[in-house]
Structure formats: structure tokens, C-alpha cells
């Protein structure tokens, strides 16, 4: 166990609603990292989130969102969901600190979009 | 984008053999890592080398690093059946920066 928790484990939406993805950091950690895996490819990095801000960020459209609360955990936001939106969401944390790189992942959100 | 690429792409073995995979990247990078994902679950985090490292063990875990070819390898000694996953490397370009995965290698250790 890595100490992450994200939330729901699975859900599904249909195209064009919204949804919010929910990552608990590890104790300690304050750098949040999201992923995209859809089926059969590695994870896509999604964008990062330092000390509540946002510390880089992928090839991913607007729509995708994210917040980094006080406490370090985070939120991803995915509007006017498509048929492509469909995949496993992973978040890890870190320390983003050298000789602590290592980042730790959650168990993931599956969406599965309509 | 995907930094690599992982080789095989899949990978059958029985148990009690020896699994080796490869990753290749294409930019200079900090670290390699590998992960381990087990039915499209969670990564879990198995090993971390750094750029300046050649080889580094962990249990029945073995990696090599050659920057030079932009590759490492990943050995699984006396592989078990718990060890059947799709395993993943992953480089980060600085301290806490994204990771960049490759497309993974699916293992299947048969009893």
C-alpha cells in the first residue's frame, strides 16, 4: 500500500457532463501528479500540482482541470467529457525533493464515458 | 508522447525462469524507473536508477542503465506467478518532474 487513495474506484458518465476525480496524498507529500492510461498504453502525464499550483502540465486540452487543496490532496476536472475520455485516472505523489523522486500511486479511477 | 519503448511488448515464461525486458528513451533524462501494474490497477514502484548509475539490485530485481544507448533492462530472477503484470519504465527529466512511461511489457509466468 502506497498510502494514496483516490475516489470513486469506477464510474460512468455520458458524453458531454462533467466530472471530478478526488486524490489523497501521501502523509507528508506535497506534489500531486496526474495520469491518463487508456487501454493497453502507459500513463500519460496529465499535469502536476506543487504546494496548491500547477507545476507543468501534458499535451492535454483545458477541459482538464485540477486543483491542490491546503492539505495536498487534489482534484482532477474533466468538462464536456468524450467517447476518448475513457480510461484509467492514476495520481501519485512525491516530495519533488532530489534523492526522494520516487513517486507513489493510487489504486486509479476507471471512467467510462457514453 | 511516449519518451520509449519497451521490448518485448509481451512475454511468456514458466516459472522459475528469468524474465528480461527493455526500454529504450529519447531524451537525456534524471532517473529511470520501473513499475509494476497488476490487471490495470495501480503502479507499484519497484526500482529507481539514477543517470549516473550503471546497475542496481533489489530482491530478485535487476537494472541496468547505458545512457549512451538510451536503454536499461529490467531481469526478474526465478520468476513466480505473483510476478505475471504488465511491468513499465518511466524517466523523469529532473527531480520530481513528470515521468515519461513507455508502452509496457506484458508478463505471463505460468505455473
Known amino acids: 500500500e502506497t498510502g494514496v487513495t483516490q475516489s470513486p474506484t469506477h464510474l460512468i458518465k455520458t458524453r458531454g457532463q462533467q466530472v471530478t476525480l478526488r486524490c489523497s496524498s501521501q502523509s507528508g507529500h506535497n506534489t500531486v501528479s496526474w495520469y491518463q492510461q487508456a487501454l493497453g498504453q502507459g500513463p500519460q502525464f496529465i499535469f502536476q500540482?506543487?504546494?496548491?499550483?500547477?507545476?507543468g502540465r501534458g499535451n492535454f486540452p483545458p477541459r482538464f482541470s485540477g486543483l491542490q487543496f491546503p492539505n495536498y490532496s487534489s482534484e482532477l476536472n474533466v468538462n464536456a467529457l468524450e467517447l476518448d475520455d475513457s480510461a484509467l485516472y492514476l495520481c501519485a505523489s512525491s516530495l519533488r525533493v532530489p534523492g526522494e523522486e520516487t513517486q507513489y500511486f493510487g489504486p486509479g479511477t476507471r471512467l467510462l464515458v457514453l | 508522447s511516449q519518451q520509449g519503448e519497451e521490448d518485448p511488448q509481451a512475454l511468456s515464461i514458466q516459472e522459475g525462469e528469468n524474465a528480461t525486458m527493455n526500454c529504450s528513451y529519447k531524451?537525456?533524462?534524471?532517473?529511470l524507473q520501473w513499475y509494476r501494474q497488476n490487471s490495470g490497477r495501480g503502479l507499484v514502484h519497484l526500482i529507481l536508477i539514477r543517470s549516473n548509475e550503471r546497475e542496481k539490485h533489489s530482491g530478485r530485481l535487476r537494472v541496468t542503465l547505458d545512457t549512451s544507448k538510451k536503454s536499461s533492462s529490467l531481469l526478474i530472477t526465478a520468476s513466480r506467478a505473483a510476478d505475471t503484470a504488465s511491468y513499465f519504465c518511466a524517466t523523469d527529466k529532473a527531480a520530481g518532474n513528470k515521468l515519461t512511461f513507455g508502452g509496457g511489457t506484458r508478463v505471463l509466468v505460468k505455473p
Open positions: 531524451t537525456s533524462i534524471n532517473n
Open positions: 500540482y506543487y504546494r496548491e499550483e500547477e507545476n
